[in-house]
């Protein structure tokens, strides 16, 4: 080897030896916990009274008055409050930190990088921040990188806090942190009236108590179980006959509104773009202590998770939701599904005895083998 190459090839392993020095990350095991992530086990949950998320260009903006939460940045709707308390309890039992990165290089390796991390501030009631960190992606199944805002070091720390359906798909979503529960049905209501209305047509339940109750079986349940006495009536206009009301399908409908589950919060400030303002189908169910509580749906749209849904709100709440098409169609039942089955009319011309007749066998001739 001539002297030009070797000093080239000196330049190369020396160039290499400088990068590798001035650009390697050290690596560490289970090390002294950081004073920040040690604070973490010291944070007061309770005092936490906003919570403000970013990843990109999506923001999430949950606030607390008193022990409700709302959504701030979904027109103040109600958030869910077991979502949030799970987020506040995983980031207070941070733990086992293990370094694994000190330079803003390396960020974008753990995803903890100012454009793709998850950042997450917990602020007082003073707007003080309590608590600021930046969630990476996973380590693992039971682990996540975070990076303390501010500082250079990556982590990985237990739980996942990634693992979490408000956290699921590639974008921070505000609407995943909203309550999904648009109405239930109080454990210990007793429905005494239900009005269905739709584009099709009108059907009235009305509860008409029976003279002759049947027994309760000892296996029956009591929310699909039919009787042979309906206390149950249907009419299909305020001023038709009430005939016998198909038991299990009044049933089924009182247990679809024990759980009516939103699927997407919308704008409700154009309530006639949205098909709600009036409302073409709804559902009205009056109780036996006399309220009255409305479920009126709307225009069918496409759900942004995918798969079709209607508008929806709730008479006497500010939401304005999407529904998915099943929930809507558990609760608008039409007459005809409502209606018991009926036996067929009899004949008046045949006696009800003679209605049906055995025919008589005819003798076995002589000579056959019978």
Do not use: C
């Not at 921040?129 to 969630?135: A, C, E, G, S």
């Amino acid at each position: 080897m001539n002297p030009r190459n070797l000093s080239m090839l000196l330049a190369i392993i020396i160039g290499a030896g400088l990068l590798y020095y001035f650009e390697k990350d050290p690596y560490s095991g289970p090390t002294e916990v950081p004073v920040a992530i040690a604070a973490f086990t010291q944070l007061d949950v309770q005092q936490v009274m906003r919570i403000e998320m970013m990843q990109g260009t999506h923001s999430v903006v949950l606030e607390r008055q008193g022990d409700s939460w709302s959504v701030a940045s979904v027109w103040d709707y109600p958030a869910d409050h077991q979502e949030i308390d799970r987020l506040l309890a995983d980031i207070r039992s941070i733990a086992a930190a293990h370094q694994r990165a000190s330079k803003v290089a390396s960020h974008s390796t753990f995803d903890v990088s100012d454009e793709a991390g998850l950042k997450i501030a917990l602020k007082d009631s003073s707007g003080q921040t309590m608590t600021d960190l930046v969630i990476g992606k996973r380590d693992g199944f039971s682990r996540s990188f975070i990076r303390i805002a501010g500082s250079n070091e990556v982590y990985s720390v237990s739980p996942n806090l990634r693992a979490r359906a408000a956290f699921a798909g590639s974008t921070l979503e505000a609407g995943r942190w909203t309550d999904k529960v648009l109405f239930r049905l109080p454990a210990d209501a007793v429905v005494r009236r239900m009005h269905i209305e739709t584009p099709d047509g009108v059907s009235q339940l009305i509860w008409k108590p029976s003279e002759n109750p049947p027994a309760p079986q000892e296996d029956e349940n009591p929310l699909v179980s039919g009787t042979e006495d309906p206390l149950w009536m249907v009419r299909s206009s305020a001023e038709g006959e009430l005939i016998p009301a198909d038991e299990t399908t009044v049933k089924g409908i009182i247990s679809s509104l024990k759980n009516v589950q939103a699927a997407w919060p919308i704008d409700p400030s154009d309530m006639a773009a949205l098909g709600l303002d009036p409302a073409s189908s709804f559902i009205e169910v009056e109780l036996a202590d006399g309220s009255i509580h409305t479920i009126q749906f709307g225009q069918e749209r496409e759900l942004p998770a995918g798969g079709q849904g209607f508008t929806a709100r709730v008479v006497g709440d500010h939401r304005t939701v999407m529904v998915r098409q099943w929930i809507k169609d558990s609760l608008l039942k039409g007459a005809d599904v409502l209606r018991a089955a009926q036996d067929p009319p009899q004949d008046p011309d045949v006696p009800e005895d003679d209605a049906v007749l055995p025919v008589p066998e005819a003798d076995p001739a002589p000579d056959s083998d019978g």
